[in-house]
């Protein structure tokens, strides 16, 4: 896990729109960098800026120039075609990072921060607890600028945790072999609507 790798991602919406409308293909890794710097009045950045960016799937890099994976032309013209570019690139190619933290999302209904980094900390009990808010904190703000809890990220996070729980209630531990129906009826208890089929199938999708 490298929840470090993402403490360089903008902090806000209008970073987010400011960058990727300035952004154009065939630019060349200086370029990027110098965008960036514009919006933060700074001279130069470091390359983590950028390689954040190629890591959540907003451009792929090769050859010292990017390629874009939504078009800059129609955000420019409406930026509220942001939140459907960040939807596009955290539902075709989410990191286990941003996984986790839809995850927490999902858990606590909120995207207020020390909630959610109250829950990521249960699996990471060894970092430091003002390190970690410092790397998960672009990510609950990508997060939320997505509105990522009405995505299928954070639906099929639900399911996940749905026919997990159901699950260990009638098996009491994983490595147990039951009865599909059995899950099925605790699933009903969760939402009658549930059956099996269809919580397997939102988990495979």
């Avoid at 970073?15 to 952004?23: A, D, F, G, K, R």
């Avoid at 390190?131 to 997060?143: D, G, H, M, T």
Wanted: with cysteine; hydrophobic share 40%; charged share 25%.
């Amino acid at each position: 896990m490298a929840w470090s790798s993402f403490a360089h991602l903008p902090a806000n919406e209008d970073e987010y729109l400011y960058i990727l409308s300035h952004l154009k293909n065939g630019m060349s890794n200086q370029e990027v960098d110098a965008v960036i710097a514009s919006f933060k009045g700074k001279e130069k950045v470091q390359h983590h800026y950028r390689s954040n960016l190629a890591k959540i799937g907003l451009f792929n890099i090769e050859h010292n120039c990017i390629t874009l994976k939504y078009d800059e032309k129609k955000l420019s013209k409406n930026r509220n075609h942001l939140k459907d570019i960040l939807c596009s690139v955290l539902t075709e190619n989410p990191t286990f990072e941003i996984k986790e933290v839809a995850k927490a999302i999902a858990i606590t209904q909120s995207y207020n921060l020390r909630d959610i980094v109250d829950v990521l900390e249960d699996e990471n009990p060894l970092i430091d607890r003002n390190s970690f808010i410092r790397w998960v904190r672009p990510i609950v703000s990508l997060l939320k600028i997505a509105d990522v809890s009405s995505t299928k990220l954070v639906k099929s996070t639900s399911y996940i945790r749905y026919l997990q729980e159901s699950f260990i209630t009638v098996a009491k531990e994983f490595g147990n072999s039951i009865p599909l129906e059995l899950v099925e009826n605790e699933l009903k208890k969760i939402d009658a609507s549930f059956n099996i089929i269809t919580v397997l199938d939102k988990v495979l999708e």
